[in-house]
């Protein structure tokens, strides 16, 4: 399906530029929200097979409009439907669960459904249950984590990241570093924080003197909402590199499909796609490449057998290896619930809604600008929703063109029910460094002591501001973007109130 605005009409219909009357009166118009939504219907008309969305955002996601509330966060986590609580609770209330792998009948039932559960997310997934296993786990870094303590890092050895990384991916350096592997990553370019796609490949070519590499990337952005193409996967495999695909970001909105796409390791979190349950996620691995791991310990539910005596102890030959002590059994089932909900909404309607919803914003959103010409935002990512998803990055501008404290833009959109993200970094440090130009000088030259990360000392020491990310997702509806735009506007020549601002958060 094709998406983006209908060519032609780019800065014509639905777009809110103010009039040079409204720029004299000092406070720029804007049309009704059932104007505008008209207007942008007329752009964007891929939208409108989407409506069925609408409905279920009155049904399923009610408590958001009852409640007033405008959800913009949909990156930090996802929202869940009545139904899928309902169809849980039903589950747990008619039936007795006990401890998975047993031979009893609770065990067994539970057991049963668990692996349903695991073949629903392989099926999702579109993985081959002959080449992929999924490993449950209790979050994306979890699943992180596993493949970094279990890589088979040496001296000679490298891992290879983006700038752009979630820390759960950065930290994965520690393994590779505390083994005696190298790390390298590959810098962005600015300002649209893609990657230098010549620098990638001339880092996946070099030659390395050990025998395992591992290359890491998010296939889409928590900070920028852009997308790395899923096409290095192969040839970076063809150049001997296991590939580890942090797909925490992407899954919620886009279709990834394993039988496509093969890369080694997936990371993701069930709560980011469909909000319930918290506390479970997966690791989706090719059991080629989960052969070539090598677990640190072992523990309850891991082994075949142990001994204390003679000191030995056989693992697991399948994802049970990685599955440490009794697994969320409960919750299992919920995590099918979910993926069959997305599957019955219509991944690729929620998708085509929020990128017609992201690309509007983008433009609408980047052509406000104070009296004094100076643009209200200045944006971390690309301009348009080419290759992005809809994760937005920005520090709005004072008349003067000074970033205002995020702060005041959290207390202001708290004031009026808006959940959106502020942060230092937003867990994604390679890429605000890179967003806000922050060199390795400045960065090593600001010494020890209690003030680092504080947030004073990265306005005040690093000149490094925090950074505001609104996020669309499974419920997202026009209404919340026009809503968020109307906020955006109030900070329009007007100068930011900086009383009784929120105690510093960490960067
Ligand atoms: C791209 C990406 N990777 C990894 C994570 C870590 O997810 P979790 O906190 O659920 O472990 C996040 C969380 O926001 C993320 O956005």
């Known amino acids: 399906m094709a998406h983006g605005p209908v060519p032609g009409t780019d800065d014509v219909v639905g777009s809110f530029v103010p009039t040079t009357a409204a720029l004299r009166r000092g406070s720029p118009s804007s049309p009704t929200l059932e104007a505008a939504f008209d207007a942008f219907r007329l752009r964007y008309p891929a939208y409108d097979a989407t409506t069925h969305l609408d409905a279920l955002r009155a049904t399923e996601y009610g408590r958001i409009d009852a409640q007033g509330h405008i959800y913009l966060d949909y990156t930090g986590g996802s929202l869940y439907a009545a139904s899928q609580l309902q169809a849980h609770m039903d589950l747990l209330r008619r039936h007795v669960f006990g401890n998975p792998h047993s031979a009893n009948p609770t065990s067994r039932a539970m057991t049963d459904l668990d692996e349903q559960a695991r073949a629903t997310v392989l099926a999702y997934f579109n993985a081959s249950p002959e080449e992929y296993t999924a490993i449950f786990t209790s979050n994306?870094?979890?699943?992180?984590?596993?493949?970094?303590?279990?890589?088979?890092?040496?001296r000679g050895d490298r891992y290879l990241l983006t700038f752009d990384n979630h820390n759960s991916v950065n930290g994965i350096r520690e393994f590779a570093r505390a083994r005696g592997a190298s790390t390298t990553y590959v810098p962005l370019t600015?300002?649209?924080?893609?990657?230098?796609?010549?620098?990638?490949?001339?880092?996946?070519?070099?030659?390395?003197?050990?025998?395992?590499?591992?290359?890491?990337?998010?296939a889409q952005s928590?900070?920028?909402?852009?997308?790395?193409?899923?096409?290095?996967?192969?040839?970076?495999?063809?150049?001997?590199?296991?590939?580890l695909v942090?797909?925490?970001?992407?899954?919620?909105?886009?279709?990834?499909?394993?039988?496509?796409?093969?890369?080694?390791?997936?990371?993701?979190?069930?709560?980011?796609?469909?909000?319930?349950?918290?506390?479970?996620?997966?690791?989706?691995?090719?059991?080629?490449?989960l052969a070539r791991l090598q677990r640190p310990w072992f523990a309850g539910g891991t082994i075949r057998a142990a001994s204390v005596r003679a000191d030995l102890h056989y693992l697991h030959e399948d994802e049970a290896a990685f599955e440490d002590g009794t697994i969320n059994y409960l919750t299992l089932p919920a995590v099918e619930i979910g993926l069959r909900h997305l599957q019955a909404m219509g991944l690729e309607a929620i998708h085509e809604r929020a990128i017609c919803l992201t690309d509007w914003l983008l433009s609408n959103l980047l052509s406000l600008r104070h009296r004094t010409g100076?643009?209200?935002?200045?944006?971390?990512?690309?301009?348009?929703?080419?290759?992005?998803?809809?994760?937005v990055s920005f520090n709005i501008l004072d008349p003067q063109g000074a970033i205002v404290d995020e702060r005041v833009i959290e207390k202001r959109a708290n004031a009026q029910n808006i959940s959106l993200r502020t942060g230092g970094c937003l867990c994604n440090p390679g890429a605000h460094e890179a967003a806000h130009h922050l060199s390795r000088e400045t960065l090593d030259g600001t010494g020890e002591g209690p003030q680092r990360g504080t947030r004073e000392h990265c306005t005040h020491v690093l000149g490094l501001a925090g950074v505001v990310r609104v996020s669309l997702g499974v419920a997202s509806t026009f209404a919340d973007v026009y809503r968020f735009l109307e906020f955006a506007r109030t900070f329009l020549d007007s100068e930011p109130d900086m009383r009784d601002l929120p105690p510093s958060k960490k960067c």
């Open 246 to 289: 942090d797909g925490a970001a992407f899954v919620p909105t886009n279709r990834l499909d394993l039988s496509t796409w093969h890369p080694d390791f997936v990371s993701l979190s069930f709560y980011k796609m469909f909000g319930y349950p918290t506390g479970v996620g997966c690791l989706l691995a090719r059991k080629a490449a």
């Open 190 to 218: 600015i300002p649209d924080l893609r990657v230098d796609e010549a620098r990638l490949f001339a880092a996946l070519d070099q030659p390395a003197s050990g025998m395992h590499r591992l290359f890491a990337y998010p």
């Open 222 to 243: 928590n900070y920028s909402g852009v997308q790395h193409p899923l096409e290095w996967i192969a040839p970076a495999q063809e150049r001997g590199w296991d590939v």
């Open 140 to 154: 994306a870094s979890g699943a992180l984590k596993l493949v970094g303590e279990s890589y088979p890092f040496a």
């Open 374 to 391: 100076v643009p209200l935002v200045q944006l971390y990512g690309p301009r348009d929703i080419r290759q992005r998803g809809p994760t």
